[in-house]
């Protein structure tokens, strides 16, 4: 899936997905040209990092 259906389903901000995907926290993502496609894991790892920020982890 693209990075704007994953910014729908959790919540975080598409510049916010490629900071996780920079520093390591996700997984680069498989392309397809130049758009980069998610899958669920993807998805679970961000809402979990969503998670532990509302919990005040930064």
């Known amino acids: 899936?693209?990075?704007s259906r994953v910014s729908e389903l959790t919540g975080a901000?598409?510049?916010?997905?490629?900071?996780?995907?920079?520093i390591g926290l996700i997984n680069p993502p498989k392309r397809s040209g130049?758009?980069?496609?998610?899958?669920?894991?993807?998805?679970?790892?961000i809402a979990m990092i969503r998670k532990a920020q509302t919990l005040g982890f930064s």
């Open 13 to 22: 901000r598409r510049k916010a997905i490629r900071h996780y995907e920079s």
């Open 34 to 45: 130049s758009y980069r496609i998610y899958d669920e894991h993807d998805v679970t790892v």
């Open 1 to 3: 899936m693209f990075i």
